[in-house]
Protein backbone atom coordinates (compact mmCIF):
# COMPACT_ATOMS: atom_id res chain seq x y z
CA UNK A 1 0.00 0.00 0.00
CA UNK A 2 0.95 2.79 -0.41
CA UNK A 3 3.12 5.26 2.02
CA UNK A 4 2.32 8.52 1.26
CA UNK A 5 -1.09 10.28 0.06
CA UNK A 6 -1.08 13.95 -1.22
CA UNK A 7 -3.87 16.05 -0.95
CA UNK A 8 -5.28 17.51 -3.14
CA UNK A 9 -5.14 14.77 -6.32
CA UNK A 10 -5.59 17.92 -8.50
CA UNK A 11 -5.02 21.28 -8.23
CA UNK A 12 -5.55 24.09 -11.08
CA UNK A 13 -4.56 27.49 -10.61
CA UNK A 14 -3.68 30.78 -12.37
CA UNK A 15 -0.09 31.98 -13.10
CA UNK A 16 1.57 34.07 -9.96
CA UNK A 17 -0.67 32.28 -7.09
CA UNK A 18 0.74 30.32 -4.85
CA UNK A 19 0.16 26.43 -4.88
CA UNK A 20 -0.51 24.52 -1.52
CA UNK A 21 -0.09 20.55 -1.43
CA UNK A 22 -0.07 18.43 0.99
CA UNK A 23 1.28 14.40 1.75
CA UNK A 24 0.53 12.26 4.81
CA UNK A 25 2.17 9.41 5.97
CA UNK A 26 1.84 6.23 8.24
CA UNK A 27 4.93 5.02 9.55
CA UNK A 28 8.50 6.59 11.16
CA UNK A 29 10.43 7.68 8.95
CA UNK A 30 14.51 9.08 8.29
CA UNK A 31 13.42 11.77 5.52
CA UNK A 32 10.55 13.47 3.47
CA UNK A 33 11.81 14.02 -0.32
CA UNK A 34 9.46 15.91 -2.80
CA UNK A 35 9.68 15.03 -6.50
CA UNK A 36 8.44 15.98 -9.67
CA UNK A 37 7.16 14.43 -12.53
CA UNK A 38 6.85 15.97 -16.31
CA UNK A 39 4.69 14.22 -18.84
CA UNK A 40 4.76 10.85 -17.20
CA UNK A 41 8.20 10.18 -17.26
CA UNK A 42 11.30 10.40 -14.87
CA UNK A 43 11.22 12.40 -11.44
CA UNK A 44 12.75 15.39 -10.64
CA UNK A 45 14.23 16.04 -7.23
CA UNK A 46 12.65 19.01 -5.43
CA UNK A 47 13.77 18.86 -1.54
CA UNK A 48 14.41 16.49 1.18
CA UNK A 49 13.72 17.41 4.56
CA UNK A 50 15.27 15.60 7.42
CA UNK A 51 12.63 14.33 10.18
CA UNK A 52 14.27 16.24 13.17
CA UNK A 53 13.62 19.01 10.39
CA UNK A 54 10.26 21.22 10.70
CA UNK A 55 10.95 23.74 7.50
CA UNK A 56 12.78 24.03 4.58
CA UNK A 57 13.05 26.70 1.73
CA UNK A 58 14.55 25.69 -2.13
CA UNK A 59 13.43 28.77 -4.07
CA UNK A 60 10.18 29.36 -4.52
CA UNK A 61 9.68 26.34 -2.72
CA UNK A 62 8.69 26.32 0.55
CA UNK A 63 8.48 22.35 2.57
CA UNK A 64 7.17 21.68 6.27
CA UNK A 65 7.28 18.83 8.63
CA UNK A 66 4.98 17.57 11.13
CA UNK A 67 6.24 14.53 12.38
CA UNK A 68 3.66 14.73 15.48
CA UNK A 69 0.93 14.67 12.40
CA UNK A 70 3.05 12.68 9.87
CA UNK A 71 2.23 15.11 7.68
CA UNK A 72 3.95 17.64 5.05
CA UNK A 73 3.16 20.41 2.63
CA UNK A 74 5.02 21.84 -0.46
CA UNK A 75 4.24 25.27 -1.01
CA UNK A 76 5.29 26.83 -4.18
CA UNK A 77 5.05 30.50 -4.66
CA UNK A 78 4.24 33.31 -7.38
CA UNK A 79 3.28 29.50 -10.06
CA UNK A 80 4.64 29.87 -13.51
CA UNK A 81 3.28 27.53 -16.20
CA UNK A 82 5.91 26.07 -16.11
CA UNK A 83 4.89 24.17 -13.00
CA UNK A 84 2.52 22.32 -14.35
CA UNK A 85 3.64 18.83 -13.83
CA UNK A 86 2.49 16.05 -11.07
CA UNK A 87 4.08 16.14 -7.51
CA UNK A 88 5.09 13.29 -5.09
CA UNK A 89 5.96 12.96 -1.88
CA UNK A 90 8.28 10.26 -1.09
CA UNK A 91 8.87 8.47 2.91
CA UNK A 92 11.94 7.25 3.27
CA UNK A 93 12.62 3.89 5.48
CA UNK A 94 14.72 1.42 4.68
CA UNK A 95 13.36 2.13 0.93
CA UNK A 96 11.60 5.31 -0.65
CA UNK A 97 8.34 4.95 -1.06
CA UNK A 98 5.75 7.40 -3.31
CA UNK A 99 2.51 8.89 -2.76
CA UNK A 100 0.23 8.94 -5.43
CA UNK A 101 0.93 12.72 -6.61
CA UNK A 102 -0.73 15.88 -7.33
CA UNK A 103 -1.51 17.18 -10.22
CA UNK A 104 -0.81 20.67 -10.68
CA UNK A 105 -1.83 23.07 -13.74
CA UNK A 106 -0.55 26.58 -13.77
CA UNK A 107 -3.31 28.65 -16.46
CA UNK A 108 -1.94 32.01 -18.27
CA UNK B 1 28.07 14.28 -16.06
CA UNK B 2 25.77 11.71 -17.67
CA UNK B 3 22.55 10.81 -15.75
CA UNK B 4 20.83 7.79 -15.79
CA UNK B 5 19.55 6.47 -18.98
CA UNK B 6 17.38 3.72 -19.73
CA UNK B 7 17.02 1.92 -22.91
CA UNK B 8 14.68 1.25 -25.24
CA UNK B 9 12.27 4.62 -24.25
CA UNK B 10 9.54 2.29 -25.77
CA UNK B 11 9.14 -1.32 -26.13
CA UNK B 12 5.72 -2.56 -28.11
CA UNK B 13 5.61 -6.23 -27.70
CA UNK B 14 3.18 -9.24 -27.98
CA UNK B 15 1.63 -10.61 -25.02
CA UNK B 16 3.27 -14.28 -23.86
CA UNK B 17 7.01 -12.41 -25.36
CA UNK B 18 9.88 -12.23 -23.03
CA UNK B 19 11.58 -8.31 -22.72
CA UNK B 20 14.65 -7.19 -21.29
CA UNK B 21 14.83 -3.36 -19.89
CA UNK B 22 18.07 -1.64 -19.18
CA UNK B 23 19.38 0.72 -17.05
CA UNK B 24 22.71 2.75 -16.90
CA UNK B 25 23.44 3.99 -13.74
CA UNK B 26 25.47 7.42 -12.57
CA UNK B 27 28.89 6.24 -12.46
CA UNK B 28 29.85 6.16 -8.94
CA UNK B 29 26.10 5.41 -7.12
CA UNK B 30 26.11 2.18 -5.35
CA UNK B 31 22.41 1.98 -4.86
CA UNK B 32 20.12 1.52 -8.07
CA UNK B 33 16.09 1.24 -8.12
CA UNK B 34 13.44 -0.02 -10.55
CA UNK B 35 9.92 1.41 -9.87
CA UNK B 36 6.69 0.89 -11.80
CA UNK B 37 4.47 3.40 -12.85
CA UNK B 38 0.61 2.65 -14.37
CA UNK B 39 -1.09 5.56 -16.36
CA UNK B 40 -1.65 8.38 -13.90
CA UNK B 41 -0.54 6.25 -10.84
CA UNK B 42 2.28 6.88 -8.46
CA UNK B 43 5.41 4.60 -8.39
CA UNK B 44 5.49 1.53 -7.45
CA UNK B 45 8.71 -0.15 -6.04
CA UNK B 46 10.19 -3.05 -7.59
CA UNK B 47 13.50 -4.08 -6.08
CA UNK B 48 16.70 -2.25 -5.48
CA UNK B 49 20.67 -2.84 -5.63
CA UNK B 50 23.27 -2.05 -3.55
CA UNK B 51 26.64 -2.73 -5.32
CA UNK B 52 25.14 -5.91 -7.36
CA UNK B 53 22.75 -7.43 -4.85
CA UNK B 54 19.03 -6.68 -3.98
CA UNK B 55 18.73 -7.34 -0.52
CA UNK B 56 14.86 -6.05 -1.24
CA UNK B 57 12.77 -7.72 -3.70
CA UNK B 58 9.13 -7.29 -1.95
CA UNK B 59 7.82 -4.76 -4.47
CA UNK B 60 8.26 -7.48 -7.82
CA UNK B 61 4.83 -8.68 -8.72
CA UNK B 62 5.45 -11.86 -9.91
CA UNK B 63 8.16 -14.40 -10.21
CA UNK B 64 8.20 -13.67 -14.47
CA UNK B 65 10.02 -10.68 -13.07
CA UNK B 66 13.63 -10.59 -11.98
CA UNK B 67 16.79 -8.09 -12.35
CA UNK B 68 19.93 -8.12 -12.16
CA UNK B 69 22.94 -5.79 -11.65
CA UNK B 70 26.61 -6.61 -12.96
CA UNK B 71 29.80 -4.82 -11.96
CA UNK B 72 27.69 -2.44 -9.54
CA UNK B 73 26.82 -0.24 -12.32
CA UNK B 74 24.41 -1.87 -15.25
CA UNK B 75 21.22 -3.16 -14.21
CA UNK B 76 18.61 -5.29 -16.31
CA UNK B 77 14.81 -5.74 -15.85
CA UNK B 78 13.39 -9.02 -17.34
CA UNK B 79 9.81 -9.85 -17.85
CA UNK B 80 9.23 -12.85 -18.68
CA UNK B 81 5.89 -14.24 -20.49
CA UNK B 82 4.40 -10.89 -20.20
CA UNK B 83 1.09 -9.92 -19.87
CA UNK B 84 -1.24 -6.85 -20.52
CA UNK B 85 -1.06 -5.63 -16.89
CA UNK B 86 2.55 -5.65 -17.49
CA UNK B 87 2.09 -2.11 -19.50
CA UNK B 88 3.54 0.41 -17.71
CA UNK B 89 6.42 2.81 -17.46
CA UNK B 90 9.23 0.85 -16.23
CA UNK B 91 11.93 3.98 -14.13
CA UNK B 92 15.04 3.23 -13.43
CA UNK B 93 17.04 5.72 -10.44
CA UNK B 94 20.20 5.30 -8.71
CA UNK B 95 21.21 7.56 -5.56
CA UNK B 96 25.43 7.60 -3.89
CA UNK B 97 24.45 5.36 -1.12
CA UNK B 98 21.05 3.70 0.05
CA UNK B 99 19.15 5.40 2.56
CA UNK B 100 18.99 9.24 3.08
CA UNK B 101 19.93 9.83 -0.62
CA UNK B 102 18.44 11.95 -3.07
CA UNK B 103 17.28 9.55 -6.08
CA UNK B 104 18.48 10.58 -9.47
CA UNK B 105 15.52 9.55 -11.96
CA UNK B 106 15.94 8.56 -15.56
CA UNK B 107 13.53 8.89 -18.57
CA UNK B 108 11.67 5.47 -17.89
CA UNK B 109 10.56 2.80 -20.99
CA UNK B 110 6.87 2.57 -21.55
CA UNK B 111 6.07 -0.52 -22.18
CA UNK B 112 3.16 -1.85 -23.99
CA UNK B 113 1.99 -5.35 -24.13
CA UNK B 114 -0.75 -6.02 -26.97
Known amino acids: SQQGEEDPQALSIQEGENATMNCSYKTSINNLQWYRQNSGRGLVHLIL?????REKHSGRLRVTLDTSKKSSSLLITASRAADTASYFC????????FGTGTQLKVEL | GAGVSQSPSNKVTEKGKDVELRCDPISGHTALYWYRQSLGQGLEFLIYFQGNSAPDKSGLPSDRFSAERTGGSVSTLTIQRTQQEDSAVYLC????????????FGPGTRLTVL
Open chain 2, 93 to 104: ASSLRQGNNEQF
Open chain 1, 90 to 97: ATEGNKLT
Open chain 1, 49 to 53: IRSNE
